[in-house]
């Protein structure tokens, strides 16, 4: 079995940072593809940054040039550090991976953690 166990958020005043944390534990070969999504209320999960193993990122539109998405994988850990924030980065923040087992793929997610910011 493979835990996610996500850390850092809470309530943010706009403009302020934040840095969540997911670390990565369990049985597996090889982390792949780490990532970090967000759903507000209302709305349909969204993918917000994510890199390979190999440290290529990916960001969405609305957090480019704010989050910063990075791993450290001796530590199975990958980061979000978010600045700038305003209260469109309200939501709850899920941590994502994909693993390697044999020759299989598994993707995970963790439980989510509350990121709120007060304008």
């Known amino acids: 079995q493979v835990q996610l166990v996500e850390s850092g958020g809470g309530l943010v005043q706009a403009g302020g940072s934040l840095r969540l944390s997911c670390v990565v534990s369990?049985?597996?070969?090889?982390?792949?593809?780490m990532g970090w999504y967000r759903q507000a209320p209302g709305n349909q999960r969204e993918l917000v940054a994510d890199i390979t193993s190999g440290g290529m990122t990916n960001y969405a539109d609305s957090v480019k040039g704010r989050f910063i998405i990075s791993r450290d994988n001796a530590k199975n850990t990958v980061y979000l550090q978010m600045n700038s924030l305003s209260s469109e980065d309200t939501a709850v923040y899920y941590c994502n991976t994909a693993v390697r087992r044999g020759w299989r793929n598994y993707i995970y997610w963790g439980q989510g953690t509350q990121v709120t910011v007060s304008s």
């Open positions: 369990g049985s597996f070969g090889s982390i792949n593809v």
